[in-house]
Every structure is written in structure tokens, then in C-alpha cells.
């Protein structure tokens, strides 16, 4: 398991996404999986036979099979939009739950996930695939801090925080951020634009 976390840290920057790679291999451990179908191997220019087809067709179903939860659904990781969490950890932490609710191993994948996905700039984008962005930064940034990482503990904190200053400041951020900033009473809500109802 922690081959294939450090294997993934190693190309992030190749594979955005980790494919639910420890979930598979949690899950298929749980239902004690074991493939017995044997693999079809093709080699250039051969001819696919219905035989090959169908057993190659086989062996997926047994492991779509094997990874599908009790109630039918497949879980999945979504390992998209890099502002989801923020809001959480920010509601943990202002309600005094975070220490209560999130355990120390929750707060290292936490971190892991956020290490993982940030951009080489620096910055986080508004997804693990996009350019780094104001409101992903300041928000990710803000969860470093509120999960106990200091200003300048590491690169990845005083990267984002350079990051943030080199681009104008967290108050260029969109008005999505500056509602968070201000709900952390660290930016003036009057700097917020009127939301209607």
C-alpha cells in the first residue's frame, strides 16, 4: 500500500488522477478477489479470435464484479474540483469539530491528497488537471494552516503562500473565497459583494 502511494506521489505530475488504485486494492482484499480467468495476451497484427474476445470480456465483468459494493453501486473516488474539501475543513475548524471529527490519520491523506495535486508553481487550479487559480490556492492554502501546517513548514506551504503573493494577494481571490476569508474573519465582509437570495 505504501509502495503504491509513493508510486503515485513520483508521477503525479504524469497521472493527475490515482484511479482508485488503494480502494481497488482494499476492496479486492475485503472480498478475498482472486482472478482466475487467465489473461489474453495479443500480439501485433494477430488475429482476435470470438475465444480471446469473449474470455477477455469475461475476466472484466468478474473484476467490475468483484469491485461493485453491496447495493449495486460502484464507489469511486472524485478527484476532480480542489475546493470541495475546503469548505469542510473550514466548518470543522470555526465550529471547534475538526480535532474531534478528523483523526490524525484523516488529516495526513488529507495533506497527502492536497501535496499530490499541487501544481509545480505552487498553486492549486480549480481541478487536479488545470493551472494553478487564486480561489484554489487561497482555499488550499487556508486548509494547510487550519490542518497544522506552518507558514513556512515545508515547500508546499511557503510555495502556495509565494504562490498567493505573487499573483496580487489572497484578496484577488473570487467572491467564493472572500466569503470563506471573511467567515474566518480574516477579510472584511463589506469586501464581499451582495448575494442575493
Given at each position: ?14 497521472f ?19 482472478q ?23 475476466r ?11 447495493d ?5 473516488e472524485?478527484?476532480g ?5 475546503s ?8 465550529t ?5 471529527i478528523?483523526?490524525?490519520?484523516h ?48 515547500s ?12 496580487g ?20 465582509w ?8
Open positions: 500500500m505504501e509502495q503504491a502511494r509513493q508510486n503515485f506521489s513520483l508521477n503525479r505530475s504524469r493527475k488522477t490515482n484511479g482508485d488504485l488503494l480502494w481497488g486494492m482494499q476492496f479486492l482484499s475485503e472480498k478475498k478477489f482472486e482466475k480467468i487467465p489473461r489474453v495476451r495479443v500480439e501485433d497484427a494477430e488475429k482476435i479470435t470470438y475465444k480471446d474476445a469473449k474470455t477477455a470480456m469475461r472484466g465483468i468478474l473484476y467490475l464484479a468483484a469491485l461493485q459494493a453491496k449495486g453501486h460502484w464507489p469511486a472524485n478527484s474540483i480542489m475546493i470541495l474539501n469548505p469542510f475543513f473550514i466548518c470543522l475548524y470555526i471547534g469539530h475538526l480535532e474531534e478528523f483523526t490524525l490519520e488529516r495526513k491523506e488529507s495533506l497527502r491528497y492536497m501535496y499530490n495535486h499541487q501544481n509545480i508553481d505552487g498553486g492549486w487550479g480549480i481541478d487536479i488537471e488545470s493551472d494553478s487559480c487564486m480561489l484554489s490556492t487561497v482555499l488550499s492554502y487556508i486548509c494547510l494552516r487550519i490542518l497544522g501546517v506552518e507558514p513556512e513548514q515545508g508546499t506551504c511557503a510555495m502556495a503562500r509565494k504562490w498567493i503573493l505573487d499573483h494577494g489572497a484578496t484577488y481571490t473570487p467572491l467564493f473565497g472572500k466569503v470563506w476569508l471573511s467567515v474566518l474573519g480574516v477579510y472584511d463589506s469586501g464581499c459583494k451582495s448575494i442575493p437570495p
